[in-house]
């Protein structure tokens, strides 16, 4: 087994060990297989991939990053974002923290903000709202109650700014609290190892 994923496994959070009562059982400390990958397989997955997945509607593929690439990943949260290869090992590290709705968040206000049309950004911004702002929502974020509020009250005539404000504090969340413990994981050590063999 690779042991950068050994390293992540064994310093998981403990409520993997407590997962809900509908989880499959554990046995010998790891779970059995799921149809679904859990976050230590993707990081498996991620890691022994050449390049992050293809999209078969888009036909994109990022190609693995250079070292000098991975390297300004530690320097500037904007330029691990701004990458695509970064943007997806972010997003598995933040799996393993139970956070990943953070990113998805802020990646919808993105794509929100390119929105043209009135009717589809009465559509989208009700959407966003309803998966990631309202109370009780499936992937919540954790915002104070008046900017929830302010979002609410701006659903019927929504302006492409209306969630700005929400998506600067999720931004400043994950900037001052996951990045910095994402630069020191072993996923992103692993990473810069491997951009080393491949220079």
């Known amino acids: ?16 060990d407590t997962l809900n009562s509908g989880s499959e059982p554990f046995v010998s400390g790891f779970p059995k297989e799921k149809k679904q990958r859990t976050w230590a397989s993707r990081f498996r ?21 250079t070292l000098d690439e991975v390297n300004q990943w530690a320097k500037s949260f904007d330029c691990l974002l701004s990458h695509k290869y970064g943007q997806a090992a972010f997003s598995i590290f933040l799996k393993s923290e139970f956070c990943e709705e953070n990113l998805q968040f802020w990646l919808a206000c993105q794509e929100y903000k390119k929105t043209k049309s009135l009717s589809q950004l009465r559509t989208r911004a009700r959407s966003i709202y309803e998966e990631f702002v309202k109370s009780e929502s499936p992937k919540e974020v954790n915002l104070d109650f008046h900017t929830k509020e302010a979002i609410a009250q701006s659903l019927q005539w929504p302006a492409l700014s209306c969630f700005y404000k929400a998506q600067q504090i999720i931004y400043s969340l994950m900037e001052n609290s996951s990045y910095p413990r994402f630069i020191e994981s072993e996923l992103y050590k692993e990473l810069c190892a491997r951009a080393r063999r491949h220079t």
């Open 1 to 16: 087994m690779n042991s950068a994923l050994y390293l992540a496994w064994c310093h998981r959070p403990a409520e993997m």
């Open 45 to 65: 997955y991620f890691l022994q991939n050449p390049s992050s997945p293809q999209s078969s509607s888009s036909r994109k593929i990022f190609h693995r990053p």
